[in-house]
Every structure is written in structure tokens, then in C-alpha cells.
């Protein structure tokens, strides 16, 4: 696999992105989700999971929560100097992103996305903190292929609520029964459907058509 970095910036990268979160907490007294949220929208995400050499290694994590609020919010942190006795849960939480983040090249996004919010990751400090962090590589890789499996069977959940099988969907929607099979066992992609294709299945199914083509 293609890393967005050479893994001589990966320390630089853990250790920014931990810092970043934690001085947003502490420094900045920001409410953790939110400002992962600004941290996504803020395009610094971006940069960091892309190799920008000045966002991976260039910025402290101090100098990215600053640049973080300048772009999304109008929150001034007081100046302070950072100097933390210990590695906390939020930086832990960063830490460990990164890492994965490096060794998946999934966007941060799409990680929030499928099943990491950052409250997730915080979550399992209590657990894996100490533990290698292959082990949180694995746990992370089932909370997304979990979420992933759940999304690619929604026209799957959908169409047993209505108590419907795959063949009288067919013949009421029209779409071919090869294809229903295809897009409940994620063969093909549903979100790649014609309009006329996703409209005809949610008629019959009785919802919305993004409900079945909701994006992973």
C-alpha cells in the first residue's frame, strides 16, 4: 500500500496530532467532538492525511489547534505555555489516529464517517493505551468493516422489514433479480445505480431514495 508519507514524518505526525487534541481541551477549553469537527471542515485534515510536509511535521500541534480555529471558529485560546506532565486520553486519542490513518491511508473523514468518531477512539484508551498499537489497528479495522457490512445491507434490512423477497422486489421494481443479489452482497455498488434504478427499489421499498443509497 501507497502511504500519503514517508514513515520518517510518522512520529512528528502521532505526536502533533495527540498534542493538537489535547491542547484543544486544555489549552482552548474545547468540547473534543466539536473541535474534531473543525479539524475535519478546517481542511487541516486534509493536508495532514495527504503528506503536506508543513502539516505533518512542520507545525507543532500547538501552532495546528490555532490554525484549526483560525479557519473554523472564532475561539482565541489565551496564551499559554503548553508543558503537559503526562501523556493524556485526548492525546492518546490523536496518537493513535494518525498512526491508523497513516497505516490505512483512509481519510480522517472517512474514518469519523464508519463507525471512529473521535469519542469512539477515546473510548478505548482505558483498554488499549498500553497495548501495542497493532491491537488498536485490529479493533478499528472491525468498527469499520462492521459499519461498512451494516451500510451495504440496508436494501438488505429494509427489504425484510417489509416482508418482501428479493424476488417479488424484482418483479414490482422492474431492476433484475441478479441485480438485487448483486447490491445486497455488495457486488455492486448501489450508490453507482441509474436514478431510475435507486427510485423504482424505493417505491416498493416505501422510503426515501438516500435511505438505500446512503454513502460509506
Not at 471542515?41 to 486534509?46: D, F, I, L
Not at 500547538?62 to 473554523?72: A, F, P
Not at 416482508?163 to 453507482?192: C, H, N, P, W
Request: glycine share 6%.
Amino acid at each position: 500500500m501507497t502511504r500519503a508519507y514517508n514513515p520518517l514524518y510518522l512520529e512528528d505526525a502521532m505526536h502533533n496530532l495527540g498534542t493538537m487534541l489535547d491542547c484543544a481541551v486544555r489549552v482552548a477549553h474545547c468540547d473534543l467532538s466539536v473541535f474534531y469537527e473543525m479539524f475535519l471542515s478546517s481542511g487541516v485534515a486534509a493536508q495532514m492525511e495527504t503528506g503536506n510536509p508543513r502539516y505533518v511535521a512542520g507545525l507543532s500541534g500547538m501552532e495546528l489547534m490555532l490554525e484549526v480555529l483560525k479557519r473554523s471558529s472564532d475561539i482565541t485560546p489565551p496564551e499559554t505555555a503548553y508543558n503537559p506532565l503526562e501523556r493524556t486520553p485526548e492525546y492518546w486519542a490523536g496518537w493513535t489516529l494518525a498512526y491508523y490513518q497513516w497505516q490505512t491511508s483512509f481519510s480522517f473523514s472517512f474514518i469519523q464517517r464508519n463507525g471512529l468518531a473521535i469519542n469512539v477512539v477515546l473510548s478505548q484508551y482505558s483498554t488499549l493505551h498500553e497495548a501495542d498499537l497493532s491491537k488498536f489497528v485490529a479493533s478499528a479495522n472491525a468498527i469499520i468493516e462492521q459499519c461498512l457490512s451494516e451500510q451495504r445491507n440496508v436494501l438488505k434490512t429494509i427489504r425484510k422489514q417489509q416482508r418482501i423477497t428479493q424476488k417479488e422486489l424484482a418483479g414490482l421494481s422492474g431492476v433484475s433479480l441478479r441485480m438485487i443479489q448483486a447490491y445486497e452482497q455488495g457486488d455492486q455498488d448501489i450508490r453507482k445505480a441509474e436514478a431510475q434504478t435507486v427510485l423504482a427499489l424505493s417505491r416498493v421499498l416505501g422510503c426515501a431514495p438516500e435511505v438505500i443509497t446512503v454513502s460509506p
